[in-house]
T-cell receptor, first 122, second 110 residues
């Protein structure tokens, strides 16, 4: 089946503008994650959805960042008043949420990543 | 913040040789995962090892985990030019978010 898809693949915007980044998870995956990756760094967690609700938004850097997942499938990451420091690759991942019976933590998931959206703020 | 620290930061080997990459982490974990990334995009999940496992194999990949030393290693045997990529270890906490290291750049010379 199809993997995680993200649109657009590239987005160039001017400082101060508003942007929306979209993620389509693997069909049937209940968990969805957003990460941000700056050049030469590993991805950094932003927010995690379980179904429609944000289970953990501790990684959002400030209140200019917001994400929604209204129907429990597609998610949109919204950035207001963009700054040059927001330039990065924004990655989305999804996981099945299937309970791993042998795991110490029954909520251990494997995450599958999309190709990312490269955001450039000029 | 990034929990994992990979070592070395860059590795260059000849095709056919084995590549060993190490990862250390700081806090207790439920699982540790290794990912590959080509050209700064598209993370590909390689293998997951849970905290109650010590070793796991998948094709040419072998992962070990030592929770007492808070470290893991990824071995790629009989490397190929197509293995050239960045490799990341990531630890999974109880809420399932992943915390990545900065990555290792592997170059396999044909």
């Amino acid at each position: 089946g199809a993997g995680v898809s993200q649109t657009p693949s590239n987005k160039v915007t001017e400082k101060g503008k508003y942007v929306e980044l979209r993620c389509d998870p693997i069909s049937g995956h209940t968990a969805l994650y957003w990460y941000r990756q700056s050049l030469g760094q590993g991805p950094e967690f932003l927010i995690y959805f379980q179904g429609t609700g944000a289970a953990d938004d501790s990684g959002l850097p400030n209140d200019r960042f917001f994400a929604v997942r209204p129907e429990g499938s597609v998610s949109t990451l919204k950035i207001q008043r963009t700054e040059r420091g927001d330039s990065a690759v924004y990655l989305c991942a999804s996981s099945s949420g299937v309970e791993e019976r042998t795991a110490i933590d029954p909520l251990t998931y494997e995450q599958y990543f999309g190709p990312g959206t490269r955001l450039t703020v000029t | 913040s990034q929990q994992g620290e990979e070592d070395p930061q860059a590795l260059s080997i000849q095709e056919g040789e084995n590549a060993t990459m190490n990862c250390s982490y700081k806090t207790s974990i439920n699982n540790l995962q290794w990912y590959r990334q080509n050209s700064g995009r598209g993370l590909v999940h390689l293998i997951l090892i849970r905290s109650n496992e010590r070793e796991k194999h998948s094709g040419r990949l072998r992962v070990t985990l030592d929770t007492s030393k808070k470290s893991s290693s990824l071995l790629i045997t009989a490397s190929r030019a197509a293995d050239t990529a960045s490799y990341f270890c990531a630890t999974g906490g109880a809420n399932s978010k992943l915390t990545f290291g900065k990555g290792i750049t592997l170059s396999v010379r044909p």
